[in-house]
């Protein structure tokens, strides 16, 4: 037969377990609400800020932060082709030191 304290800390084991499963429980539901009403990337971007990383970079080429516009400038033309062939260029070269 077990005594006292054995008994006493099976039952606080127990608690605590109990405790947890209910904290999982409400986190759960937070999650599934969270993916009912976000966008994929801000779900991204708020678990990457949940687990202490940092925020997802800005680029002029998210879509976000986009202008529709009708009218094209060669300007335009040449300074994003000079701006997408930096990103590619250091993409590329972070991948090679990386690996």
């Known amino acids: 037969m077990a005594d006292a304290p054995e008994l006493q800390r099976i039952a606080f084991l127990e ?8 904290a999982l429980e409400r986190r759960s539901r937070c999650l599934r609400t969270l993916q009912k009403h ?13 687990a202490g990383l940092s925020d ?16 094209q400038r060669q300007a335009d033309v040449e300074e994003t082709l000079l701006a997408l062939w930096s990103a590619l260029t ?10």
């Open 56 to 71: 997802l970079p800005v680029t002029p080429f998210d879509p976000e932060f986009w202008e529709e516009t009708p009218v």
């Open 15 to 22: 608690g605590q377990v109990a405790a947890l499963e209910a």
């Open 90 to 99: 250091a993409a590329t070269r972070a991948g090679r030191e990386g690996s």
């Open 38 to 50: 976000l966008a994929k990337r801000d779900l991204v971007r708020l678990h990457r800020l949940d």
